[in-house]
């Protein structure tokens, strides 16, 4: 089965310094690998997504986030913080083997906050 | 063009009682997912629809637990008999679907239904 580990329940970061948010894996095969951020009392938003091809995937707001298929990681980046991006990221991934199942498995989520 | 939409968006209910949330997928979106977010429980899977295959109903927690999915487009999930452990954030997602290995398959949430059970 697969699973998503977010080491850090909460990151805090400098506006307009660099933030990482670090996600890694455990999937059979090749995975799929999401983010998603969530606002408060709102749904789950999508960031980005790594399916294939280069490892540095960009995605919205500026966001960015780098597969490492050595580390099982896919940590998510942005080169700088705005008080607005504070809010909880989770880390999400489903195996690309045909016919696997197709939902997602989350990570606990990392809450981000962007100190002014 | 429109998203995902769940209704309603709060439910408070009283132990016991059954309750329905809906969910309203993007058009043209053949799959469906609900999750469920609980505290301590994090985000979890709780049953796939694609198109007119028997659902993926291999995330729900106990046969009070149900959902359907009528004409391939609007969902329902209903809880039987509710309990204050059912006490969480339904959310439901859809996505293009397909047989193509799922290549095309970004899911996208609702805002999601809370739901209470005193």
């Known amino acids: 089965a697969q699973s998503v580990a977010q080491p850090e329940d909460q990151v805090n970061v400098a506006e307009g310094n660099p933030l990482t948010v670090k996600c890694t894996y455990s999937?059979?095969?090749?995975?799929?690998l999401f983010w998603y951020v969530q606002y408060p009392n709102r749904g789950l938003q999508f960031l980005l997504k790594?399916?294939?091809?280069?490892?540095l995937v960009k995605g919205s707001y500026g966001f960015e986030a780098e597969f490492n298929k050595s580390q099982t990681s896919f940590h998510l980046k942005k080169p700088s913080a705005l008080v607005s991006d504070s809010a909880l990221y989770f880390c999400?991934?489903?195996?690309?083997?045909?016919?696997?199942?197709?939902?997602?498995?989350f990570g606990s989520g990392t809450q981000l906050t962007v100190l002014p | 063009g429109a998203g995902v939409s769940q209704s309603p968006s709060n439910k408070v209910t009283e132990k016991g009682k059954d309750v329905e949330l809906r969910c309203d997928p993007i058009?043209?979106?053949?799959?469906l997912y609900w999750y469920r977010q609980s505290l301590g429980q994090g985000l979890e899977f709780l049953i796939y629809?694609?198109?007119?295959?028997?659902?993926?109903k291999s995330g729900l927690p106990s046969d009070r637990f149900s959902a359907e999915r009528t004409g391939g487009s609007v969902s329902t999930l209903t809880i039987q008999r509710t309990q204050q452990e059912d006490s969480a954030v339904y959310l439901c997602?859809?996505?293009?679907?397909?047989?193509?290995?799922?290549?095309?398959?970004?899911?996208?949430f609702g805002p999601g239904t809370r739901l209470l059970v005193l």
């Open positions: 999937v059979s095969g090749n995975p799929y």
């Open positions: 997602a859809s996505s293009l679907g397909g047989l193509a290995g799922g290549r095309l398959e970004t899911q996208y």
């Open positions: 629809f694609q198109g007119n295959s028997a659902p993926d």
């Open positions: 999400a991934v489903r195996p690309s083997l045909s016919g696997s199942a197709r939902q997602l498995t």
């Open positions: 058009s043209g979106h053949t799959a």
């Open positions: 790594y399916i294939t091809g280069d490892n």
